[in-house]
């Protein structure tokens, strides 16, 4: 059984930053894809960013890119995402997720989640103006 732990959510003011933390507990995943995906009230669930552990090869929607940064520290078993400028529309539930097998290079389905069968609970970033 493997587990999804996310952290560092938190309120913050428009144009500040946070860091997430996704952390994979239990069974050892090899090599997995991780995503970093978010979801607002009344909204869908969108694809932010995502990252290939074996290769640090990484992807994101066009709406964070330049803004937002997805890494991997493979020892810790964590994956973070930085998040600068931050603004309003950023405001939502954010969760990690593991693709156990990926398959490919990365590219933008990496940003469905129906490419992803482990799911964590949730941090919740919400963003003031």
């Known amino acids: 059984l493997v587990q999804l732990a996310e952290s560092g959510g938190g309120s913050v003011e428009a144009g500040g930053s946070l860091r997430l933390s996704c952390t994979t507990s239990?069974?050892?995943?090899?090599?997995?894809?991780m995503g970093w995906f978010r979801q607002a009230p009344g909204l869908e669930r969108e694809g932010v960013a995502a990252?290939?552990?074996?290769?640090?090869?990484?992807w994101y929607a066009s709406s964070v890119k330049g803004r937002f940064t997805i890494s991997v520290d493979n020892a810790k078993n964590t994956v973070y995402l930085q998040m600068n400028s931050l603004n309003v529309v950023d405001t939502g539930m954010y969760y990690c997720?593991?693709?156990?097998?990926?398959?490919?290079?990365?590219?933008?389905?990496?940003?469905?989640?129906?490419?992803?069968?482990?799911w964590g609970q949730g941090t919740q970033v919400t963003v003031s103006s």
């Open positions: 239990g069974d050892t995943l090899r090599n997995p894809g």
């Open positions: 997720a593991a693709d156990t097998n990926p398959i490919g290079t990365i590219g933008p389905s990496n940003l469905f989640g129906y490419m992803y069968d482990i």
């Open positions: 990252i290939y552990t074996s290769d640090g090869s990484t």
